[in-house]
């Protein structure tokens, strides 16, 4: 069992940045890849970004390429998203998800996620 822990939400205004975290509980963090995604109110979970279990390499969805930047330390169990450049369209829970497939991660296929975070709480004001 993986316990997933976002923090780093909260409000900013349009143009500023945040950075999330998630701290996952396992020994075995480096044994799936890591990724975002996020829910805003009334639409559907929707992937935002992805990470291999080395770090080696990232995935994003395009509405954020060039702006959020997703990355991971192996030895602290951690998985960061910088968000820059927010906008209000980027209000959403955000949430933390665990995979051993990251190519389902990647396509939105979040009923395939190995294990989530309950989600942390982004509001982006105009």
């Known amino acids: 069992q993986v316990q997933l822990d976002e923090s780093g939400g909260g409000l900013v205004q349009a143009g500023g940045s945040l950075r999330l975290s998630c701290v996952a509980s396992a020994r075995t963090f480096s044994s799936y890849a890591m990724g975002w995604f996020r829910q805003a109110p009334g639409k559907g979970r929707e992937f935002v970004a992805a990470i291999t279990r080395s770090g080696g390499n990232t995935f994003y969805t395009d509405s954020v390429k060039g702006r959020f930047t997703c990355s991971r330390d192996n030895v602290k169990n951690t998985v960061y998203l910088q968000m820059n450049s927010l906008k209000p369209e980027d209000t959403a829970a955000y949430y933390c998800?665990?995979?051993?497939?990251?190519?389902?991660?990647?396509?939105?296929?979040?009923?395939?996620?190995?294990?989530w975070g309950k989600g942390t709480l982004v509001t982006v004001s105009s």
């Open positions: 998800a665990a995979s051993t497939n990251i190519w389902r991660m990647t396509q939105g296929d979040y009923s395939g996620m190995d294990y």
